[in-house]
C-alpha cells in the first residue's frame, strides 16, 4: 500500500474563505493508508452525493472531516463523504440503497481507524472501550457529518453533552446525587480517557495525583514540612494508607445519596 498523504488546515474560518492562503495556517502533516475499497467503483466528489442525501451533505461543510485536504492534488477526490464511505460510483449507477456498493463505517469502524492511529494504538491499550472487539462503535460517541463531533441526546453545554453521550450506557455513574461532586461538571474525561488507558477504570492516572490535581490548588494543601491538607482535615497520615477512593475513604466519586465526604 502506498501510503497518500493529505492536510488539516489549522484554521477552519481561513480555509473557508481564503481556500488557497493555507500557507497562513498551521498545518498538519499526515499519512494515511487507504480509503475504503469498493470493486470496479471510481471517487466521484461530494457534489455527486447531493441529489439523493441532502441532509447530510447540507450539515457536512461545518464537521471538523469537511477541512481534510489531500496533499496530492490527483487524489482529491478522496476526500469528504468517500474518505469513509469509498468511492462512490458504482453506487450512483445502481440507484442508491442500502448495502449497495457502498461502506457503511457505522457498522465496522475501520475506515475511521485508517486515519485515526492514535485512537487505534489508544484502543489497544490494557483498560479500553470494546470497540476493536466490535462490541460498540466510533459512532455511539461521535457525529462524523456534523459541526459537533461529540454526539449527545442533550441540548445543554458542550460538557454537559459530553456527559450525556457517556451517560446513555453508564447511568449509574452519571445519574444525580444529593451530594454531588462537583468534579462531575467538569466532565467524565476530568477523570477518565475515553478511548484507552493503561490504567484500570481507564482513568487518566492510576494514583492520588487523580484527585490531587484539583484538590491541591483549591485547598492550601500543604502545611508546614510533610503535612497534607485537604480542607481542614489533615491528610498526613491517611494518604499513605492508598488511593483516596481505593482506600475505603471516598469510594463515592461520582458523588453520593448520603455522604458529603463521599464515604459511601
Ligand atoms: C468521517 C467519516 C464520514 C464522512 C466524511 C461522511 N460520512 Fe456518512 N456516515 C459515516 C458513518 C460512521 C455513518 C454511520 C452512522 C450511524 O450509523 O449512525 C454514516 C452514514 C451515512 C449514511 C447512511 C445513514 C443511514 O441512515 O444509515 C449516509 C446516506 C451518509 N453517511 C452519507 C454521507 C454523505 C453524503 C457524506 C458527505 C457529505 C458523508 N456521509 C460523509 C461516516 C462518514
Ligand atoms: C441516486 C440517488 C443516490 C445518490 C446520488 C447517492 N445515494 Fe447513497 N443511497 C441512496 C439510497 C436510496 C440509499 C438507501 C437509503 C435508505 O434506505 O434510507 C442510499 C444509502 C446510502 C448509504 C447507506 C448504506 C448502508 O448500507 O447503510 C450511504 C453510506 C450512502 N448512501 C452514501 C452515499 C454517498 C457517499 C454518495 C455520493 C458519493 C451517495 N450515497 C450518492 C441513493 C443515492
Ligand atoms: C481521511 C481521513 C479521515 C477519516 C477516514 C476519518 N477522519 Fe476523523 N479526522 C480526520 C482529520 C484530519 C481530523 C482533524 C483533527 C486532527 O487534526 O486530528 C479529524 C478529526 C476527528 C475528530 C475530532 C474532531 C475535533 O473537533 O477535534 C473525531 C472525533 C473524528 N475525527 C472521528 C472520526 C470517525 C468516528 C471516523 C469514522 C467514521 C473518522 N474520524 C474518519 C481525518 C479522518
Ligand atoms: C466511549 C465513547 C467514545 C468512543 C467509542 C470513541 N470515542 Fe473518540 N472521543 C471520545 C471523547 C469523549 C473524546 C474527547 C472529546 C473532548 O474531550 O473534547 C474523543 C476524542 C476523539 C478524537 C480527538 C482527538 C483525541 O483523541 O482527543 C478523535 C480523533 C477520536 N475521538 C476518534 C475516534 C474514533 C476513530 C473512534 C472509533 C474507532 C472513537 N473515537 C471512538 C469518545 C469516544
Ligand atoms: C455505547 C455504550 C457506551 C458509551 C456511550 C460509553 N461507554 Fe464506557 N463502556 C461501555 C462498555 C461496553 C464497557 C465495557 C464494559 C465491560 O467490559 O464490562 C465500558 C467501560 C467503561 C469503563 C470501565 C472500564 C474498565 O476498565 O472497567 C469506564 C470508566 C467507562 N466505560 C467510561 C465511559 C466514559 C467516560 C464515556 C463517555 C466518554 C463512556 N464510557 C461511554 C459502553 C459505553
Ligand atoms: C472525580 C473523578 C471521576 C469523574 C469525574 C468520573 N469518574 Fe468514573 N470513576 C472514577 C474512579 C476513581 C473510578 C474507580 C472506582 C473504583 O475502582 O471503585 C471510576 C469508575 C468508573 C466506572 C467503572 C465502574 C465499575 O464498577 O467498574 C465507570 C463505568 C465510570 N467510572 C463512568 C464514569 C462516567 C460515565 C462519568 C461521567 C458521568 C465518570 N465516570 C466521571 C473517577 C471519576
Ligand atoms: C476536576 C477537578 C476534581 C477532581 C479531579 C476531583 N475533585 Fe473532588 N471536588 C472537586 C470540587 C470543585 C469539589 C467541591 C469542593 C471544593 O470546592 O473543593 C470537590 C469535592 C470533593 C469532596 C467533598 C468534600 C469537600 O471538600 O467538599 C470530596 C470528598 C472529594 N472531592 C474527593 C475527591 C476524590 C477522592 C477525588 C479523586 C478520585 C477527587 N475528589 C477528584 C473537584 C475535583
Known amino acids: 500500500m502506498k501510503p497518500r498523504h493529505w492536510w488539516i488546515s489549522g484554521c477552519l474560518a481561513l480555509t473557508a474563505l481564503f481556500a488557497l492562503s493555507l500557507s497562513s495556517c498551521s498545518t498538519i502533516e499526515r499519512t494515511i493508508v487507504e480509503t475504503p475499497f469498493i470493486e470496479g467503483a471510481n471517487f466521484v466528489g461530494n457534489k455527486a452525493c447531493y441529489e439523493c442525501h441532502t441532509n447530510y451533505t447540507r450539515e457536512f461543510p461545518s464537521s471538523a472531516h469537511a477541512r481534510v485536504h489531500v496533499g496530492d492534488a490527483a487524489l482529491k477526490g478522496q476526500t469528504g463523504c468517500e474518505s469513509c464511505h469509498g468511492p462512490g460510483s458504482r453506487h450512483i449507477a445502481a440507484g442508491g440503497g442500502k448495502g449497495r456498493f457502498i461502506v ?42 456534523g459541526s459537533d463531533i461529540m454526539k449527545a441526546s442533550g441540548t445543554g453545554l458542550a460538557m454537559a453533552r459530553l456527559n450525556d453521550s457517556c451517560a446513555e450506557c453508564h447511568r449509574e455513574q452519571a445519574r444525580p446525587r444529593v451530594y454531588e461532586h462537583a468534579a462531575m461538571r467538569e466532565g467524565c474525561t476530568a477523570c477518565h480517557v475515553p478511548h484507552g488507558s493503561m490504567n484500570s477504570k481507564m482513568l487518566t492516572e492510576r494514583d492520588v495525583n487523580l484527585c490531587i490535581k484539583c484538590h491541591a490548588q483549591t485547598q492550601g494543601s500543604v502545611v508546614g514540612a510533610g503535612q497534607i491538607y485537604f480542607g481542614i482535615v489533615d491528610h498526613t497520615d491517611k494518604i499513605t494508607r492508598g488511593g483516596c477512593w481505593s482506600a475505603g475513604c471516598h469510594p463515592a466519586v461520582h458523588g453520593s445519596n448520603i455522604s458529603p465526604n463521599l464515604h459511601y
Request: hydrophobic share 25%; glycine share 2%; net charge negative.
Open 104 to 145: 457503511n463505517p457505522g457498522r465496522d469502524s475501520t475506515a475511521c481507524l485508517t486515519c485515526h492511529v492514535q485512537t487505534h494504538a489508544e484502543l489497544r491499550l490494557p483498560h479500553h472501550h470494546p470497540v476493536l472487539e466490535n462490541k460498540m462503535n466510533c459512532v455511539q460517541c461521535h457525529d462524523p457529518h
